[in-house]
């Protein structure tokens, strides 16, 4: 049994499951104190002058950092000083402090999410004995076993110590065990107390120590050796023990931080340092004086190091309870890798812990002010993704991140109301010939004959009309009755294969007039793969988490393959989004605010029936958010988009920090600008009018001298 345990490995490594890493280059449009967010997430320590991994400074408009050593997907970076500068939130030069020489790419480490596939309940990190500070396995061997090197498993003085100690005290107060004796234990037997039991240990022990080295029985303890628990998970190994107590790689504690450590295998329980402060303290400052009587460490050093509080983490974790993220990383991994054993890999996700813990946050505070207007405990789902190429940032499945609940944002299929207008807007636009942003829309009362003999009269929000409207007035206002009538001109079998051909999804869309007000189901994440390429010019990217997967031994088992589709004119999607801005300027997401208006946000609000569900999608220069709030019953909510799931969005872009959506339209779109007839109608302008608008092919309004530089270089400025 130890010979076949032995010959192979002694536990199974997890999977370990790895935010983004966040990557940064020259002109890159990130604020400083993003950054800085960011080296607090990965609990880098703010020092006047960095000089070890894990520390950064902050001076001005400056960042230096030393980055810790970390394998990435596509190869080992180590150790490296770097010193950013920032201007006008974008990065304007990044520079090695060392050589001095400048960089126009660098990467800080991604955070760890959490392990998978690990041994039973068993977490561990691996790292050999000899890679581990000398501090801790001074403690561990001055504390456990100081004669390691030199016995043959079994130590007969240590034995004769503990008897004699344990006569003496009435109790058992010292073991005589060696690390290879409680190795044994730990891998092959069982906690029972007796006679025959240590009698085993021994023999196996001497057994272990003559056919392996000390190399090897050294590496098994410190990666063994249990030092707590996370709920029903066991925290194994020193450098998982670091990360679960102060959330530091092991390289980076401090001498008491390590005693602490080796003080923890007497009894992980009972000097709990969470529970057991006190009793935790004493015990490490045991170990740290083993070490000053040793003489490795200085009397002001120890005088230092016992002097210091525990300075553990609030909470011990290892693993974030995120199950909506965790999950979805299991089904793409089954997809990838069907079948495949992924022990010991690493899996590289595209999550970006700022816009996580922003939208947990957004959720957290603004659902109970929410749940008290609905009368009623709402649910939730929040997504956010990088619409230029799919990368899932964010993801919530219900109001309670931490639960494993009900996953609304995977598969909560809800009807999607007035959230499917801009796809609508978008199919008109693809024919400049015959629709612009200014044309024209009734909105008059409308009865249409329904297949079954019934009549069904539309009617907007406000239960007003205004006669006609512009399509980016009825796109901005969510006008009900103009939409109609722009579905039946273009056809709704029509429109309805352009939603699929959009959303890559296969829906249920039946193609009846009420389609075009959301009349059909999505789910959350359907719906931003839906905006998708709207919000990317109208190139489709599939929705994804797992960017790549490496083995034990670095090779890639499986890297995501970016396959873009066109699926609709570049132009199209632009102007679509410039309504869309409007709908933030001044229509139903107004509420917005400053900062919407300040960074030219995009979006558009929904409500479905009887307040049934608030919908809210939003686009800024970074990322789509998309935001679903209702009851598990489907009942009544009492909000519509604007005041229930665009409250969240307020506070989320609010909280992250918005970065300003910047068209770059093509050759063929001119800005034209339009003054605004009546409510809702638009007429060219020569003059400075009240709203100016991308046109594709803009031709039609040549005549009135209305499109040239002049304008178009207005409308830069807007943007500059």
Known sequence: MVEQRFSGPLFELPTVVYARPMTLNLDLAVKQQEVVDELKTLNYQLVDKPAHSGEYSVAGNNITLVRRPFEFADGFRDVQRVKLTFSRSRIQSMADVDSGMGLGLFQLEPKMMGLMGEDGNQHRLYQSWKSMPEGVVKALLLTEDRAF?????????????????NVKAGRTVQGGSTLTQQLTKNLFLSSERSWSRKIREAYMALLIDSRYTKDDILDGYVNQVYLGQQGKDAIHGFELGAQFYFNRPLQELRIDQQALLVAL?????????????????????????LLSDDGHLEPKEYETAIARELDIQVRGHVSLSRPAYFDLVSDELEVALPGRSIKGARIFTTLDPLSQQKAESSLLSTLPLLDAKAGVE?????????????????????????????????????????????????AALRSPEKYNLASALDDKPLTVKQPNGDNWKPRNYSREFWGEASLYASLAHSLNVPMVNLGMELGLENVADFIEQLSGQHNEINPLPSMVLGAFEMTPLEVSGLYQPIANHGARQQAYLISEVVDAKSKILYQHKLNPEQVAPEQAADLTIAAMQGAVSEGTAKSLGSVGVKYKLAGKTGTTNNNRDSWYVGVDGRELVTVWLGRGDNGNTK?????????????????????????????????????????????????????????????????????GDEITNFFKSLFN
């Open 149 to 165: 090197f030199e016995h043959d498993g079994v130590s007969v003085t240590a034995i004769a110590r503990a008897f004699f100690t």
């Open 265 to 289: 295998i007497k009894g992980p329980s009972y000097y709990n340092p969470w529970r057991f402060p006190e009793r935790a303290k004493a015990r490490r400052n045991t170990v740290l004086k």
């Open 378 to 426: 709402l649910e939730a789902a929040f997504i956010s993704i990088d619409y230029s190429n799919g990368a899932i940032r964010a993801i919530v499945g219900n109001r309670n991140p931490n639960f494993a609940g009900f996953n609304y944002a995977r598969h909560g299929k809800r009807q999607v109301g007035s959230i499917i207008k801009p796809a609508v807007t978008m």
């Open 639 to 707: 909000l519509t988009g604007a005041t229930g799931a665009l409250s969240v969005y307020r506070h989320y872009v609010t909280q992250r920090g918005a970065i300003e959506i910047s068209p770059h339209y093509a050759d063929d779109v001119e800005m034209v600008n339009f003054s605004r007839r009546g409510q809702g109608k638009l007429a060219a302008s020569c003059g400075r009018g009240s709203v100016t608008l991308p046109v594709w092919g803009a031709s039609q309004f040549t005549s009135s001298g209305c499109v």
